[in-house]
């Protein structure tokens, strides 16, 4: 079986490139996108093991892109961390979560980002 594939979903070129780099390093296969749209579109077409999804988009917002996803029988079961800057470090530690109530609960991660932690959450949703 080859690398897990990951899908990063991010507006900011730099937070993907680094994402890239560091997940490539530990032997992920990384496909990139800049807004939940091409996040979508990417979604159904490469089918990932993982998706990293900003909240915050121009376009297609994350939450927008996840309920997109729910939708969809080929992208509905790929599970998600949301990486962002609207929620702090100890709400991500309590995952008080609650600011998309109508979500289901996915995990969340504050910008910015522990590598090490952000991959040990991405070993837990992938279960390896």
């Known amino acids: 079986m080859g690398?897990?594939?990951i899908l990063v979903?991010?507006?900011?070129?730099k937070i993907r490139e680094l994402l890239e780099l560091r997940l490539s390093s530990a032997g992920y296969q990384v496909i990139q996108a800049k807004d939940g749209e091409e996040g979508l579109a990417k979604a159904?077409?490469?089918r990932p093991?993982?998706?990293l999804m900003d909240v915050m988009m121009?376009?297609?917002d994350g939450p927008e892109a996840v309920k997109?996803?729910?939708?969809?029988?080929?992208?509905?079961?790929?599970?998600v961390i949301f990486l962002t800057a609207i929620i702090t470090k100890e709400e991500e530690e309590g995952q008080m979560s609650g600011v998309f109530t109508d979500m289901p609960?996915?995990?969340?991660m504050a910008k910015p980002f522990d590598p090490q932690k952000l991959l040990a959450e991405i070993?837990?949703?992938?279960?390896?």
């Open 49 to 51: 093991d993982l998706i």
């Open 58 to 60: 121009p376009k297609v």
């Open 3 to 5: 690398a897990k594939k």
């Open 9 to 13: 979903v991010d507006d900011e070129k």
């Open 68 to 79: 997109g996803l729910q939708e969809d029988p080929v992208t509905k079961d790929i599970p």
């Open 105 to 108: 609960r996915y995990r969340f």
């Open 123 to 128: 070993k837990k949703a992938l279960k390896e």
């Open 44 to 46: 159904k077409e490469c």
